[in-house]
């Protein structure tokens, strides 16, 4: 795409930041350029001719795609919002499937003038500046997995749209726009307008509409599936549980191998490294031992301490350590239960192991009489692949459902990557997200307060009945990359910059995961440069593999090493905000803190299993699963 209209570099310093659309990178200083697409919502955007300037920045790129000249620029927002937004910013957990609010374009000069809805996180294609397909323009030539995929995320997106009086955003199909397994919302109407609220059965109508066009025998069953909704005082969950049961009917008739890496660096600016992560190439190396095998493949950990050497790493480590053991219990307990766990489940098991390992740290605090900014905490994203077993009405049963958990705390981030595109998965706990999702700012006028980037959420900082973790379940139906990394390589949006650079030559099987990883620790570490960087690669396929070969002389190295840690001193923990530069946002820095020696650390962190049991045993008994009083009682007896 090519405009008369320049695209301004985003670097404030840069001396010459006109550059012709196209570009990638700036032509005088290099920094990449930012392109924008925002949806311009409402018939009076709809009447701009395509080429058209708008408020001297926005150009008409496509019908209501509008591209941001001046991405640099704090975009307009009127100082009491109107109330029409508020449910795209209570929505905000939900940006995988949610447009957000960008700001405002006055239309005309005085304060009487209309204002101009924009919304960014819009399902546009970068490449070719356009909507993505419809869900119904590509249901026929999809295959039936994809199709179920896709319903059962509309099913998950009912209750909170409906909640917020925005439910009929699902029932409208030129709305549900898919960028390959992920469904994405263009925009959302309320609900206020009908004659009458919408339900279940609505929902259930457009079902039947949907699945008639599905080949048997999976049609047939989202048929009964949709009938079941249409019926009178029709209930949430009753239906869930059936969509879930084929979805992984599906998922599991699929073949999976999955291939992880991880890869820590202190950085170049940085002496000690407050990151841990799982698996390391280390922990790859002892995949024959029997108390590595069971969660390789399967758990991927990335933490980033907060503290200070030796506060900051002894938390991420001790995170790292304490998750194991409860984890390949969970596993093993979800793979002795006769039928399927619904993610919700799942979820609270998990949520539960959580507070356990936050308790630990906390405990570790208090007993270290750490007050306040004082307190070690670390940041964790984590993902397992729950290989649970499927049976199908047939009697065939199958080994793994592809189930993957994303679980998040603080700033630590979770992507996935295709060749086609990268999605991010998770939502910061920081300052900013906060302000949107209580409906108080657009994100974009929230990052940029002097605390936006300041974290709300940690494991270990306080009790774990005040944790809040994000949990999410997707399924592997597809090729990917699921990338974990520390706030050291996706600060300043290197990921969203850089991510098909890498998966070009991965996916074509010129390179390795672990030389993947590297390469990803080698940008972070050339392009931001200020913190540590953790990295977990998790390469799931479903095509045939490619053989890759490497030289295994040029791994990369494993994480942290005996001489990057100094002895302890007596420092306090301190955190300030320092003003990064080359994005203008104010970001954490973590200053050293002392506390434990080296060889305390390591008889820490081998008794951190028992520890972790006694602190969170009470945290395990407000669960309500099935199966989890057998979960409990088997920790403990591997732990005696």
């Known amino acids: 795409m090519s405009s008369s209209e320049p695209l301004y570099c985003p670097n404030p310093t840069c001396t010459q930041p006109e550059n012709p659309v196209g570009n990638r990178f700036c032509d005088a200083c290099q920094t990449p350029l930012l392109y924008r697409y925002l949806w311009a919502v409402g018939s009076a955007a709809a009447g701009y001719p395509i080429g058209e300037l708008i408020g001297d920045r926005y150009r008409v790129v496509s019908p209501q795609i509008w591209l941001d000249t001046q991405p640099a620029l704090a975009p307009f927002v009127p100082e009491t919002l109107p109330e029409a937004i508020l449910s795209y910013l209570q929505l905000y957990p939900h940006r995988l499937h949610i447009p957000e609010v960008y700001g405002f374009c006055p239309l005309g000069e005085g304060p009487n003038a209309p204002n101009l809805l924009l919304l960014d996180n819009v399902p546009v294609d970068g490449n070719t500046a356009t909507l993505y397909p419809g869900m119904l323009e590509l249901w026929p030539q999809s295959p039936p997995v994809r199709q179920v995929y896709w319903l059962w995320q509309i099913l998950q997106l009912w209750k909170p ?39 279940l059965q609505d929902l259930g109508y457009h079902w039947l509409t949907w699945a008639g066009k599905v080949a048997a025998p999976v049609g047939d069953r989202l048929q009964e599936i949709g009938k079941q909704m249409r019926r009178p005082n029709a209930e949430f969950q009753a239906v869930a549980p059936q969509v879930n049961q084929l979805l992984l009917e599906l998922t599991a008739q699929l073949p999976l191998r999955v291939r992880v890496a ?22 790859i190396a002892q995949i024959d031992k029997p108390h590595t095998h069971p969660l390789l493949n399967h758990l991927a950990v990335v933490c980033d301490g907060v503290g200070g ?34 993610p919700e489940v799942v979820s609270e098991q998990l949520e539960a192991i959580l507070r356990v390992v936050n308790n630990t740290i906390a405990a570790q605090n208090d007993k270290q009489k750490r007050a306040s900014r004082q307190r070690m905490g670390t940041t964790l994203v984590m993902t397992l692949q729950l290989p649970q077993k499927v049976s199908t009405p047939s009697g065939q049963e199958f080994a793994n459902a592809h189930e993957l958990y994303v679980v998040h705390i603080g700033d630590s981030r979770a992507y996935w990557i295709t060749p086609n595109y990268c999605q991010q998965l998770t939502v910061d706990d920081d300052v900013a997200s906060r302000e949107v999702r209580l409906g108080r700012a657009p994100y974009s006028q929230a990052i940029r307060r002097r605390d936006g980037g300041a974290l709300t959420q940690a ?34 949006d290197r990921v969203e910059q850089f991510w098909s650079d890498c998966a070009h030559d991965l996916f074509s099987g010129a390179i390795s995961v672990e030389t993947a990883a590297q390469w990803w620790v080698d940008l972070a570490n050339e392009k931001n440069g200020h913190d540590n960087v953790s990295v977990v690669l998790s390469y799931c396929r479903i095509s045939p593999e490619k053989l890759v070969l490497f030289d295994p002389n040029q791994l990369p190295p494993t994480g942290l090493s005996e001489d990057e840690l100094s002895d302890a001193s007596k420092a306090l923990l301190y955190e300030e905000e320092d003003e990064d530069p080359s994005s203008g946002r104010r970001r ?53």
Not at 181 to 199: F, K, N
């Open 161 to 199: 749209l409906l909640e917020l009086g925005v439910a009929s955003s699902l029932l409208k199909a030129d709305n549900i726009r898919v960028q390959g397994s992920r469904v994405w919302l263009r925009e959302l109407y309320g609900d206020a307008s009908l004659i009458t609220q919408p339900d």
């Open 262 to 283: 991880g890869v820590s660096d202190s950085g170049p600016n940085r002496h000690h490294n407050e990151d841990s992560c799982y698996p390391t190439l280390n922990d």
């Open 309 to 342: 050497h030796e506060g900051g790493e002894v938390a991420s480590q001790l995170a790292v350590q304490a998750l194991k053991l409860p984890i390949q219990a969970l596993m093993r307990e979800i793979a002795e239960e006769p039928g399927l766990a619904m």
């Open 459 to 492: 494991l270990g900082t306080r009790e774990g009945d005040l944790l809040r973790p994000q949990i999410q379940r997707f399924v592997v139906e597809e090729d990917g990359l699921l990338l974990l990394c520390s706030d050291g390589l996706s600060d300043n």
């Open 588 to 640: 954490r820095s973590k200053g050293d803190r002392t506390g434990l020696t080296l060889a305390q650390t390591i008889a820490l962190l081998v008794a951190v299993t028992l520890i972790s049991a006694a602190v969170g045993f009470a945290a395990w008994w407000q669960i309500d699963a099935g199966g989890l009083t057998k979960l409990r009682e088997r920790i403990f007896q591997q732990q005696e």
